[in-house]
Each structure stands twice: as structure tokens, then as C-alpha cells.
């Protein structure tokens, strides 16, 4: 459960990721390739969009982490949408690695093992929810 320091660190880490957020949604997807080549076809051979859209749901959720009622709602249904285009729970695993990865190298130092802690949170919290979006999108397909 995020806690409201959870939430304080990852604002205030997320205010110094801005500046840098387009070249760290280069070395967030250049990363996820490494671990997870397989992943690569899931996505366009052009990245230019699918990085602004990693990068404005990054800032979604941080400003919405202390209204998850308005968030879980937008992030089940992006975790419908993830499972339409071939997304698995194994998966999930392998973004929040690169996601942390990728905060370190943006952050350095102020990447502290509390701030840490807290973006592995929020991403637990992200990535549950979206499974749980993906699962309940799956039975609606089912039953109809």
C-alpha cells in the first residue's frame, strides 16, 4: 500500500525526471529491448508516439496517486487495451524492471533506496491494476 511518503518521493523524484523525459523514454525502451527482445514486436518501429504516451502516463499516475479513485478507472482499461495487443502478466515484471532501471540512470544519486521503494510501489500498484483491467477484459470477451 502506498503511504503518503511513498507518495511525497515519487512527486518530488518525478519533478526532476521531466526535464529529462524524452531521453529517458529512450533509455526506458532501449532497456525493455535488452531484457525483453520479445517485446519488441508488440510495439510500432516508430517509438516517437508510444514514448509521449509512456511518458504522459507516467505524469497521469503521479499527480493521481492520492485520488486512486479517478486513477484505477483510466488504468484498468489501459490494461485492457495492453492485453489486446498481446501484453502477458510475465511482461509486467519485465516494464517494472526497466522502469526502475531507467529512473536510477535518470536520477543518480537522489535515486535513494527510499525513492526506490516508493517507485516500485506506485509501479506494483500500476501494473496490478492493470492486470486486473487486462483479466476482467478478458472474461467480457469471453461471455459474449
Keep these: 500500500m502506498l503511504t503518503s511518503t511513498d507518495i511525497e518521493l515519487a512527486r518530488a523524484s518525478f519533478a526532476q525526471f521531466v526535464p529529462i523525459q524524452e531521453a529517458a523514454a529512450d533509455v526506458f525502451y532501449a532497456r ?26 507516467i505524469a497521469m499516475t ?3 496517486l492520492d ?27 519485465l516494464v517494472g524492471e526497466a522502469l526502475l532501471w531507467t529512473l536510477e540512470q535518470a536520477l543518480g544519486e537522489s535515486f535513494r533506496p527510499d525513492v526506490r521503494s516508493a517507485w516500485a510501489k506506485v509501479y506494483d500498484a500500476i501494473a496490478t491494476t492493470m492486470q486486473a483491467g487486462a483479466a476482467e477484459g478478458a472474461e467480457l470477451r469471453a461471455a459474449e
Design 32 to 57: 525493455l529491448f535488452v531484457i525483453a527482445p520479445k517485446l519488441r514486436e508488440l510495439f510500432p518501429a516508430d517509438l516517437s508516439q508510444q514514448k509521449r504516451k509512456l511518458m504522459q502516463t
Design 62 to 64: 503521479v499527480v493521481s
Design 67 to 93: 485520488d486512486l479513485d479517478e486513477l484505477v478507472p483510466a488504468v484498468r482499461a489501459l490494461g485492457a487495451r495492453h492485453a489486446g495487443y498481446g501484453a502477458t502478466t510475465a511482461d509486467y515484471a
